[in-house]
């Protein structure tokens, strides 16, 4: 098989970050948090404009209980890169919750619900902010989005 090699010149192929990624969630599900933070920390390096790494490395934050490292990967980070990731955005509002900003997150979710975003963004941001979804209920009180 031949290949272009002016198609990219970066050092990993699009299905290699993916493979890396669900690596990285796997080691962050089994309590390795510094080994899925290094791996996510390699996405970034290469691909610093795909949300997947600043993603991986949030919540790899937020599973060892530091939520205010997770805010601060997507926000100074991911955002930076990245300032028009719904994604990101989504699971910024989503980690506020986590870290007692309930207000900034709501207003954040409800602004980015009001814009054009994807049928995905639109279904997390309804699981995370729907007062019917018992586990966050003790989070923030709001109303269903419509």
């Keep these: 098989m031949m290949v272009d090699k002016s198609v990219s010149n970066e050092i990993l192929w699009r299905n290699e970050i993916r493979l ?18 290094e791996i996510f920390e390699g996405i970034i390096k290469n691909r610093p404009n795909s949300p997947f790494g600043y993603l991986g490395l949030a919540l790899a934050k ?28 989504a699971w910024l509002a989503v980690f506020l919750q986590f870290s007692g900003e309930a207000e900034a ?18 279904d997390l941001l309804k699981k995370f902010f729907n007062s019917k979804n018992k ?12």
């Design 20 to 37: 890396l990624a669900a690596i990285g969630f796997m080691a962050a599900r089994k309590g390795l948090y510094i080994q899925a933070s």
């Design 62 to 89: 937020i599973s060892v209980g530091d939520p205010e490292q997770a805010i601060s990967v997507l926000r100074n980070r991911g955002l930076v890169n990245i300032p028009d990731s719904s994604e990101l955005t």
């Design 105 to 122: 997150g709501y207003g954040l979710a409800k602004k980015l619900a009001s814009l054009c975003i994807d049928e995905a963004t639109l």
């Design 135 to 146: 586990r966050f209920e003790h989070f923030v009180e709001i109303k269903e989005f419509s």
